[in-house]
């Protein structure tokens, strides 16, 4: 098995900052890619940003230019920089890693998902 644990967030004002970490530990041959997902009450949950192996990036458009996204492969960890937040980034933020597991191709690739951490962006 496989455990995500992600820390961070928290109230933060409009226009602050805040960083989240996501540390994935257990059965883990290597991760291919790792990201994060937010949810806001009453919406699906959204792609924020993801990062490969090999350091490739991906933003939502939404949060280009205000997040960084970045890894520390040795450690299975990824970190999200916000900065600028708005109102609208109040949601729950979950970790995600498609990891390869130490039996492949025995055992295929799977998807993990962290128990989410909220960020609350508000005066």
Same mark, same amino acid.
């Given at each position: 098995q496989v455990q995500l644990v992600e820390s961070g967030g928290g109230l933060v004002q409009p226009g602050g900052s805040a960083r989240l970490s996501c540390a994935a530990s257990g059965s883990i041959a290597s991760i291919n890619v790792m990201g994060?997902?937010?949810?806001?009450?009453? *919406?699906q949950r959204?792609?924020?940003?993801?990062?490969?192996?090999?350091?490739?990036?991906?933003?939502?458009?939404?949060?280009?230019?205000?997040?960084?996204?970045?890894?520390?492969?040795? *450690?299975?960890?990824?970190?999200?920089?916000?900065?600028?937040? *708005?109102l609208e980034d109040t949601a729950a933020y979950y970790c995600n890693a498609r990891v390869k597991p130490p039996?492949?191709?025995?055992?295929?690739?799977?998807?993990?998902?962290?128990?989410?951490?909220?960020v609350t962006v508000s005066s």
């Open positions: 994060w997902y937010r949810q806001a009450p009453g *919406k959204e792609l924020a940003a993801t990062i490969t192996s090999s350091g490739a990036t991906n933003y939502a458009d939404s949060v280009k230019g205000r997040f960084t996204i970045s890894r520390d492969n040795a *450690k299975n960890t990824i970190f999200l920089q916000m900065n600028s937040l *708005k039996q492949w191709p025995l055992r295929p690739f799977d998807d993990y998902w962290g128990r989410g951490t909220q």
